[in-house]
């Protein structure tokens, strides 16, 4: 493989609520100050617990803290062995905001992580990139929000957690306008609040009993965001929009993608704003990611299943360090046809992320 590798799923934890005060004005800092509103697994009292946890214990920092909160750590264990050349910090705990009540509270929570992580991460590694969370409450403040990262460097995102509306709601339009405003993809990854509090999307057909069952079931709230955004007529709206999901998988994109396509040559008449056949809306405009990955017993399925999804164009490595069932480059594209392979591992993530995305590019390929 000769192309460097782009981790599109790295996750950054905030110590405390103390490291994020600096980043509020005095107000809101009184407010804040004391409260337990950041711990190192956003739901400490959630309904579905790992068993373990879902944090990897050997990442644990040798000089303290919980894993994923030292940068020198990160690049020790996982950029440097790994050759990492370009890695994107996605904040899961900035992603809790979306069971958040309070919508002011949540806005300011969303500006000051993004601070943070902007002030006291992407100084520490030239490879370093972020997504900048906005708040999913209230779509005019997350507008302003992207407008205040428009030109920052190696700002390449926009992460933002999902409510439970579905993502071609007219609700999030002025935040898919700031973001084609300012040249940057939409960010979808799991907040940790789907299908346990008021306000968040749901895990579909019921209530899962453990935490197996609703991680298996968790994919189906992405299935359900491509469907709306591409029957809701959001890409003939918004052209320029590019969407990325994260850690929901992929396997399961291409069955979704024949029964929307044979639903739409049967029902065109309800939609007539969809132009298309759906699946060629998705692969112009929407990217997943490895992580987590299937594993069929036989391999040449997982390569059928690339094929059939287009991969050499819509496939994004990541490892989702530093959790438990975080995958390794070795592992990943050890596992993908030698034909994309170097498309996959960080060619297609250049392209999305275009050239905000900073990287080790030539240290790396030497």
Known sequence: MSAPIVDCDVHPLVAGVADLLPYMDQGWRRRFDGRDVVASSPFSAARYSHPVGILRRDAEPPEGGAPGSSPEHLIRQHVEPNRIASLVLLSLQAGALASWVNIDEAAVLARAYNDYFAAEWLPRDPRFNITVVVSPHDPEAAAREIDRWGDAERVVGVFLPLVDRLMGHRFYEPIYAAAIRNDLPIVVHGSGAEGMFP???PVAGGVPSTYVERYVAMPQIAQASVNSLVFEG???????????????GFSWLAPLLWRMDKAWRGLRMETPWVRRPPSEYV???????????DEPADVRHLHAVLEMIEARRTLLFSTDY??????????????????????????NARELFGERLAGAWEEVAA
């Open 199 to 201: 306000g968040a999307p």
């Open 234 to 248: 959001t890409f003939e709206r918004f052209p320029a929009l590019r969407v990325a999901f994260v850690e929901w």
């Open 322 to 347: 530093p959790h438990w069932d975080n995958d390794t480059p070795a592992f990943v594209l050890g596992k993908m046809p030698a034909g994309i392979r170097d498309r996959v591992a960080g060619e």
């Open 283 to 293: 692969f112009d405009h929407v990217r997943f990611t490895t992580e987590p990955l």
